[in-house]
């Protein structure tokens, strides 16, 4: 059974950074691109980042380059997202999730607050 | 980006079909490839996957969800619906880069 669970989200002022993981089991994590996806308070879906299998190849959405990095342990079958520079608009639950091919995402983590605040 | 647009709530009588619309700004299919999908989500939980390229149904999901569509318009189809599809519903494609979601649908009962 996969499972993606996420852990590290908190309160943080903003400015301030913070370390998202993802632990990933019931599949061979080293096979499969990952991504973040994150969802604001009573709002909609929203894609942050994708790394490729390997960790050779990232990807970002414009609202986050240069804050934002995603990275990958293979040995460790963790993801993480490394938040700098946070800001009040990156509220949000911060989902892990897996990506096929064809772009859409059929296994989703449990999710992660991370609240952005003075 | 693609924008999706949804309709933000749709009512429906239990044991009805409830069709649900997500509309593209352009184009999300290549050839024959629809590259739309939806997502289920319940208040609390994660998003789940029910239909990809726009009409394959997931792994574990009902039969009574079914997808449709191709282009710039796709829809949703729950029949009948059920207690337990109470939920928001969200389109999205992999078309273009950045991938994009609709704002979603909640689903209400009548």
């Known amino acids: 059974e996969v499972q993606l669970v996420e852990s590290g989200g908190g309160l943080v002022q903003p400015g301030r950074s913070l370390k998202l993981s993802c632990a990933a089991s019931?599949?061979?994590?080293?096979?499969?691109?990952m991504a973040w996806v994150r969802q604001a308070p009573t709002k909609g879906l929203e894609w942050v980042a994708t790394i490729s299998y390997d960790g050779s190849s990232t990807y970002y959405r414009d609202s986050v380059k240069g804050r934002f990095t995603i990275s990958r342990d293979n040995a460790k079958s963790t993801l993480y997202l490394q938040m700098d520079s946070l800001r009040s608009e990156d509220t949000a639950t911060y989902y892990c999730?897996?990506?096929?091919?064809?772009?859409?995402?059929?296994?989703w983590g449990q999710g992660v607050m991370v609240t952005v605040s003075s | 980006d693609i924008v999706l647009t949804q309709s933000p709530v749709l009512a429906v009588s239990l044991g009805q079909r409830a069709t649900i619309s997500c509309r593209a700004s352009q184009s999300v299919s290549i050839s024959s490839i629809n590259l739309m999908h939806w997502y289920q989500q319940k208040p609390g939980q994660q998003p789940k996957l029910l239909i990809y390229r726009a009409s394959n149904l997931a792994s574990g999901i009902p039969a009574r969800f079914s997808g449709s569509g191709s282009g710039t318009d796709f829809t949703l189809t729950i029949d009948p619906v059920q207690a337990d599809d109470i939920a928001a519903y969200y389109c999205q494609q992999s078309r273009e880069s950045p991938p994009t979601f609709g704002a979603g649908t909640k689903l209400e009962l009548k």
């Open positions: 999730a897996h990506p096929r091919e064809l772009g859409y995402f059929d296994y």
């Open positions: 019931g599949f061979t994590f080293s096979n499969y691109g």
